[in-house]
């Protein structure tokens, strides 16, 4: 295993402090280099380490025990020996504080969505603008997600594919009871609005809030309603 790259702590203490986990030493030094420009702006982003395997990123962020040494790490998906996806999720087990910036040469469709899920407080494509680089790390440092809008669209398309496959596994007699349950009516006035006993409706119910991932009424209201945005004719 190589040693992980250690830079010399010559930046300003108040620094954006970044670990850039890549094995490609070209994209490592066009980061370090797009990240240095930024010097002149406020705060300043200093890379202090670089890994080039899954196994050598967990080890030097241990070595700095995580947010006490490190603000951000950038982390390239196709890490050698432990991809980048297992690695973020180690990371987010062990330092949940530590924001991860994922990187990729694949399009926001394929992946982001993915890391995102897995905790990643944003995805970057490789070919991203320098301001853009510099803009991400600034903004999950300080706490923020950041989201391209082609990572918002690749978003909004899971989360309305998701909610059709909710209410499309109901069937005819639950979707009956959804739109009753999701205006607001009790289980005893949709009994008497569909000719059911009530423990049939609350059957109904319990199928339809496992289908739909929600856990009570409040929870399917809301869900109906972004529904019935993303999909009106459904």
């Given at each position: 295993?190589?040693?992980?790259?250690?830079?010399?702590?010559?930046?300003?203490?108040?620094?954006?402090?970044?670990?850039?986990?890549?094995?490609?030493?070209?994209?490592?030094?066009?980061?370090?280099?797009?990240l240095g420009d930024a010097a002149n702006g406020t705060p300043e982003i200093a890379v202090v380490a670089e890994a080039l395997t899954g196994p050598e990123v967990l080890a030097s962020v241990r070595s700095r025990a995580g947010p006490d040494g490190l603000d951000v790490v950038l982390l390239d998906i196709a890490l050698p020996n432990q991809d980048g996806l297992e690695v973020l999720q180690t990371l987010r087990r062990e330092w949940p504080g530590l924001p991860v910036?994922?990187?990729?040469?694949?399009?926001?469709?394929?992946?982001?969505?993915?890391?995102?899920?897995?905790?990643?407080?944003?995805?970057?494509?490789?070919?991203?603008?320098?301001?853009?680089?510099?803009?991400?790390?600034?903004?999950?440092?300080?706490?923020?997600?950041?989201?391209?809008?082609?990572?918002?669209?690749?978003?909004?398309?899971?989360?309305?594919?998701?909610?059709?496959?909710?209410?499309?596994?109901?069937?005819?007699?639950?979707?009956?009871?959804?739109?009753?349950?999701?205006?607001?009516?009790?289980?005893?006035?949709?009994?008497?609005?569909?000719?059911?006993?009530?423990?049939?409706?609350?059957?109904?119910?319990?199928?339809?809030?496992?289908?739909?991932?929600?856990?009570?009424?409040?929870?399917?209201?809301?869900?109906?309603?972004?529904?019935?945005?993303?999909?009106?004719?459904?």
């Amino acid at each position: 295993m190589n040693t992980p790259t250690v830079h010399p702590s010559s930046h300003p203490p108040d620094a954006i402090r970044v670990l850039i986990g890549d094995d490609h030493h070209i994209v490592r030094e066009g980061l370090k280099q797009v990240l240095g420009d930024a010097a002149n702006g406020t705060p300043e982003i200093a890379v202090v380490a670089e890994a080039l395997t899954g196994p050598e990123v967990l080890a030097s962020v241990r070595s700095r025990a995580g947010p006490d040494g490190l603000d951000v790490v950038l982390l390239d998906i196709a890490l050698p020996n432990q991809d980048g996806l297992e690695v973020l999720q180690t990371l987010r087990r062990e330092w949940p504080g530590l924001p991860v910036l994922m990187l990729s040469t694949y399009p926001e469709k394929q992946y982001a969505v993915r890391c995102i899920k897995l905790g990643a407080a944003g995805y970057l494509n490789k070919s991203a603008d320098a301001d853009d680089m510099v803009r991400a790390v600034r903004k999950v440092a300080g706490g923020g997600l950041y989201v391209t809008p082609a990572t918002a669209e690749a978003l909004a398309a899971a989360v309305g594919h998701a909610m059709r496959q909710g209410t499309e596994a109901l069937s005819h007699r639950e979707h009956q009871v959804f739109r009753l349950l999701s205006a607001g009516h009790s289980v005893s006035e949709i009994g008497a609005q569909l000719g059911l006993a009530a423990n049939t409706v609350s059957t109904y119910r319990a199928r339809i809030l496992e289908k739909t991932g929600t856990k009570n009424d409040v929870e399917l209201a809301l869900y109906a309603e972004r529904h019935a945005k993303l999909a009106p004719d459904t």
